[in-house]
């Protein structure tokens, strides 16, 4: 295994571009409300040289934007700039690396006294020509003594037609999607519905103005088209589906193995659930005491094995849910920074003496047999983990 130390900047986050190629992002130095701007390069670590993306383009995290199906060489920003009193326009691009091209992609009004507080914006890239846009709100409960992002508007919107489709399926238009995830290079795993655990949603909104949560798999493709002619339902195989006192939270995808956790919120326990996509089959796991979102597993695949991560006082312990024991631990001086593909990368801190400063080691660990690979002085700030190996960006 390869592993590459890149000295990095301060606040800077990583991502893969292409061979020795990564996509740096700091802050900006201009600001548009409580927006700060962001600073694009592309990084060649091995001619240690930056090159600013598009520098006449003023880029803003205004909008979250998720791509389903990245593309080598390949990355999304969003500019805006105020056309009137309190109005902006919203730009989203793409960047391909290897032409320095740079696209309008699509574009949209925004009030800035609302947005942000009352209204947000989540893209997602299905492919190169199509993007699922949703509109979310506040909305308040019927006693009004809460108000969330609860309501919902959908739309596709094609690239090359310049043409924007309404989403009339009532599960996506009234629940909302919270997550999108491929499992295979045509079939997506999809989250409908709010979470209940977060911001105490279970005790401050009444059963009647909850809609039901979903998880289950489309084909892309599929659901393109059934957008396209105006489906009232876009087919999804549904695999869970809760109702008011139960809430399906952490939903992720790792090597064609769908994550997630149904929560039972009147009596405190959770089922980890691993969905086997080829197999069609599950592996679950119970767990108790479960009364915030942030105490919900947290899980992992390593080696084709499920494993859930349990943090104690002294650290943190993999639990094997096959073999019902705890496997390998870190101590609680290591902290774990990333976890992938069998990989751990883990901050250790060691306390400072008397008269001198504290150390900060970076280790690299093969799972699960918690083989140690690699120790470096430094403290990491980012992790892109490669085909062969990993590049660790440190101070």
Known sequence: ??????????????????????????????????????????????????????????????????????????????????????????????????????????????NMLLYSSH????????????????YMYVKSNETESYSGFLDFELKLYSVEEKKAIPVTDVWFSQAGIEQMQMV????????TGVNLLEENRYQLLAEREVYPERIGFLNIQQMISDILL????????????????????HMHVEDEVLMYSKVFLQEEKEEVVFYHYKEKK??????????????????FVIRSVPYIRRDTEDGSSF????????????????????????????????????FGKGKCWCEVYLLPGKERVLREKGKVYAVVFEEEGLCLFVE
């Open 1 to 110: 295994m390869e592993i590459r130390i890149v000295k990095s900047q301060k606040g800077s986050s990583y991502l893969p571009l292409g061979q020795d190629r990564f996509l740096c992002i700091s802050d900006g130095e201009k600001r548009l409300g409580e927006y700060l701007s962001k600073r694009f390069e592309v990084y060649d670590i091995v001619q240690n040289q930056k090159e600013e993306i598009a520098p006449n383009i003023v880029k803003y995290s205004i909008w979250d934007i998720r791509v389903l199906q990245p593309s080598e060489g390949c990355c999304y920003f969003t500019s805006c700039h105020m056309i009137e009193k309190d109005l902006i326009k919203v730009e989203l691009y793409r960047y391909q690396d290897q032409t320095k091209a740079v696209e309008l992609l699509y574009e949209d009004k925004e």
């Open 119 to 134: 209204k947000k914006t989540v893209v997602f890239l299905l492919n190169e020509n199509y993007l699922l846009v949703q």
């Open 184 to 191: 295979t290079k045509n079939v997506c795993a999809v989250k």
């Open 230 to 249: 105006k489906q009232k339902t876009v087919y999804m195989d549904v695999i869970e589906e809760t109702r008011w006192d139960k809430t399906l939270v």
């Open 282 to 299: 599950a592996e679950i796991c119970e767990k108790a005491g479960i009364t915030a979102a942030e105490q919900a597993a947290d899980t």
């Open 319 to 354: 639990y094997n849910i096959r073999k019902r024991c705890g496997e390998f631990s870190f101590e609680k001086e290591q902290q774990i920074f990333q976890i992938d593909r069998g990989i751990a990368v883990v901050e250790e801190v060691q306390k400072k003496m008397l």
